[in-house]
């Protein structure tokens, strides 16, 4: 991607690009918590470049110079039906594997503990995301 940006930019070309913060969704921080609670650990897929010294670190062999990394978050409230949140967030986060290879009364109590911090959040407005907004010169 970064040798396209060149391709079609002038030299010394200002670049604005956005990256998920690491744990910066709300949805994600709370299925960590009870996985966690039940001693399993799940990745974050954000990680790896959801922080400013994890951007600084990617770009620096690509010739990619940081000036400036702010973090904003964004309000997404929470669906009404945790269930639903549940679903997709197993689904579509990395985690399947990790969950689904579970016992059944494991990943159950992990829902539990789950859909319990989902509805005490919903109704504070703790649903959000939280984005990296990364601004560099080539």
Not at 11 to 38: E, Q
Not at 68 to 72: A, D, E, F, S
């Given at each position: 991607m970064i040798q396209e940006w060149r391709r079609v930019s002038r030299?010394?070309?200002?670049?604005?690009?956005?990256?998920?913060?690491?744990?910066?969704?709300?949805?994600?921080?709370?299925?960590?918590?009870?996985?966690?609670?039940?001693g399993v650990s799940l990745p974050d897929p954000h990680a790896a470049l959801g922080?400013?010294?994890a951007i600084r670190t990617f770009a620096r062999p690509l010739g990619l110079s940081i000036d400036?990394?702010?973090?904003?978050r964004f309000p997404?409230?929470?669906d009404s039906q945790p269930q639903a949140a549940f679903n997709a967030v197993i689904n579509y986060y990395g985690y399947?594997?990790?969950l689904h290879g579970l016992p059944d009364p494991t990943?159950?109590?992990i829902f539990e503990d789950y859909q319990r911090a989902h509805l005490n959040a919903a109704p504070n407005g703790e649903g959000a995301q939280d984005w990296?907004?990364?601004?560099g010169h080539l």
């Open positions: 030299p010394s070309a200002t670049v604005i690009f956005t990256a998920p913060a690491a744990g910066g969704l709300t949805v994600n921080r709370l299925l960590h918590a009870a996985a966690s609670s039940h922080s400013e010294a400036r990394v702010n973090q904003l997404e409230p929470l399947t594997g990790v990943r159950e109590r990296l907004f990364i601004r």
